[in-house]
């Protein structure tokens, strides 16, 4: 297995949309497939797709960021700006650090080494953002309902 795989946001490039992990040239075209179970090959999905699912995460994260928040700040005034995008960088940068961390695993195999040991990690560190985030949800709704 070479190391030579890109990152979870590459997939989505050369791919052109989200796939299974057993759909990947990569493993279709390697032995791997014919020697896993059933529950082996359901678990290398699942795993996968805690992957593809931060990547596209991040992705619509990087949009709203990048895009939705700067349009904002020019013609809503401060506290809908706030209400709408507080915590939102926060779990941006989250969001980076794990997938960060997938990609690592991604990298050094196409089974996904350690992602048990990455999501309770970033689960017991990094997550409280999220508690945060949804917190602030209902000044979010108030606010998009005016």
Do not use: M
């Amino acid at each position: 297995e070479a190391n030579t795989r890109g990152s979870a946001l590459d997939l989505f490039e050369i791919l052109g949309k989200r796939t299974l992990w057993s759909e990947i040239p990569e493993v279709r075209n390697s032995s791997v497939l014919s020697r896993l179970s059933d529950g082996e090959r359901k678990l290398q999905e699942a795993r996968f797709e805690i992957l593809t699912s931060e990547a596209s995460y991040l992705k619509s994260l990087n949009v709203l960021t990048s895009h939705f928040l700067p349009n904002l700040l020019g013609s809503a005034d401060d506290d809908e700006v706030t209400n709408l995008f507080s915590y939102v960088i926060e779990v941006r940068r989250c969001s980076e650090r794990f997938l960060s961390a997938l990609d690592e695993s991604w990298r050094t195999s196409y089974f996904l080494p350690g992602i048990l040991r990455i999501l309770s990690e970033h689960c017991e560190k990094y997550f409280s953002v999220y508690v945060e985030y949804c917190t602030n949800q209902i000044y979010q709704e108030k606010t998009l309902r005016k």
